[in-house]
């Protein structure tokens, strides 16, 4: 361990003489129970955990499955968001994982489709916004199939809920520079953006701010408006 790595590591940990120590090997991580207070705690655990018992691998036959980098990632991108806008936009309400069904009470004796889980849901009094957040290599390469997926999160939510406008978005880190469209696909809107992490948190923030502030009023800083973005319209 380089030097400089472990005097940091020897300062932090002046931080929590009063914090017992436990057996990392023998620890039952299923005992953890996460609820409203607490709940910040849960993708720290999951990373931790990941951390513990994924970090020997090899190439040996088992029957676990080793996580991908990317799978990590994209968790922790989706739970960001959603703290995000959980503690940035107090006036509105924001929903992790709500679950959405489907617009149908007739399955003629065929098996019940499993019920749709949407990313974040932000909602006021007369709109509602499902963020579908997705974290790949290359943006671009998958927005045409995650549309097909945000689309059918809103038409049946929008079944659903008839008393707001509905609208959806595909948001992921920027990779090749920045992505800022506008799809009008059946009487809704869908957006897609990205938000660049490569940067100072203050400006992660503004970014963040702007992208939320588009859809939900008209007063976020340097607001793009709305034609701008490039639109598509559904035949």
């Not at 993708?43 to 931790?48: G, I, N, V």
């Not at 989706?78 to 929903?95: M, S």
């Not at 079944?159 to 920045?178: E, I, S, T, W």
């Amino acid at each position: 361990m380089e030097k400089n790595i472990k005097r940091d590591i020897s300062k932090t940990l002046m931080y929590f003489n009063e914090i017992d120590t436990i057996q990392i090997k023998t620890f039952k991580w299923d005992i953890l129970v996460f609820n409203r207070n607490n709940f910040h705690y849960d993708t720290l655990m999951h990373f931790c955990r990941l951390i513990c018992e994924d970090s020997i691998a090899n190439e040996d036959k088992g029957e676990k499955i080793f996580k991908t980098i990317d799978t990590v990632l994209s968790t922790l991108f989706e739970r960001f968001i959603y703290g995000f806008y959980k503690k940035h936009r107090a006036d509105l309400y924001v929903k992790h994982g709500k679950l959405i069904e489907w617009n149908s009470n007739d399955y003629s004796g065929h098996d019940r489709p499993p019920r749709m889980k949407s990313d974040i849901m932000i909602v006021n009094d007369t709109l509602k916004l499902i963020i579908d957040t997705k974290f790949y290599r290359e943006t671009l390469d998958k927005i045409s199939e995650n549309l097909y997926q945000i689309f059918a999160y809103v038409k049946n939510e929008a079944a659903a809920d008839k008393n707001r406008m509905l609208m959806g978005m595909l948001l992921y880190p920027q990779v090749n520079g920045k992505v800022t469209r506008l799809y009008m696909l059946d009487g809704h809107k869908f957006y897609v953006q990205t938000v660049d992490l490569n940067q100072e948190f203050s400006d992660i923030k503004r970014e963040l701010l702007e992208i939320c502030g588009l859809i939900f009023d008209c007063q976020a800083v340097n607001i793009v408006p709305m034609n701008a973005l490039p639109i598509a319209i559904s035949p």
